[in-house]
């Protein structure tokens, strides 16, 4: 496990972007309730990711369907945030979007201006994310899945692709959202969809580095 010591890495003063950048690209994490959006920004970011994380009160009782997370305590309420230099040029921006319906008007925002998403799926609540996938799909949005398991021995990418009824032209990637280097791969397997599309420019693809 690579897991990224977050607290260590500097913060966005601490760290500023190259004079030499020139594109800001946006990703946005998106998926149900719990299913570890936060924990794949955090992991994945090279400052010291932006999250607006509250402690849960008995105010969401009845509200937020805690089925299967019920030892969560926090929730994120607008959005979490981090960045990574692909190059001297390009920098990714990844926006990882609160999960319960009473904040999915927020999404429409985060959207403006991405590139697309990541769907992060627990394969033990598949339907968790089904209203992602059917708006990314409806929206026209480029989109790949990752299929989020801590356990030894991933779930099956074909029995999920199939419970998602998933396209065969969309990725699915299984992944530890804990990881770094998991969470990298999701997203270079995003920036390789987007470049089969024509979508970015063709430096993006340095985020292989």
């Known amino acids: 496990m690579d897991s990224v010591a977050y607290d260590d890495r500097p913060t966005r003063a601490g760290a500023p972007l190259r004079s030499s950048v020139r594109h800001g690209l946006k990703i946005v994490v998106v998926g149900g309730f719990g299913v570890g959006k936060t924990t794949m920004v955090r992991a994945v970011s090279e400052i010291q990711p932006l999250d607006t994380e509250a402690v849960m009160t008995d105010a969401g009782v009845g509200v937020d369907d805690l089925t299967g997370v019920t030892g969560k305590s926090t929730t994120t309420v607008a959005f979490d945030f981090g960045r990574i230099t ?5 920098v990714l921006y990844v926006f990882g ?3 319960q319906e009473r904040f999915w008007f927020l999404w429409d925002r985060l959207f403006t ?3 697309g ?9 598949i339907s968790d994310s089904w209203y992602a996938i059917d708006r990314l799909e409806y929206q026209g949005t480029p989109f790949v899945v990752a299929c989020n398991s801590f356990e030894p021995i991933p779930p099956a990418l074909d029995e999920v692709r199939d419970a998602l009824d ?3 032209d969309v990725p699915l990637f299984s992944c530890d959202a804990r990881s770094r280097a998991s969470s990298k791969q999701v997203l270079v397997g995003f920036v390789e969809h987007l470049v ?5 420019p063709a430096a993006v693809s340095e985020v292989r580095s």
């Open 117 to 125: 998403a990541v769907v992060l799926v627990d394969p033990s609540r």
């Open 86 to 90: 692909l190059s001297d040029e390009y």
């Open 97 to 99: 979007a609160p999960g």
């Open 196 to 200: 089969e599309r024509q979508s970015p």
């Open 166 to 168: 998933l396209d065969l």
């Open 113 to 115: 201006g991405t590139l």
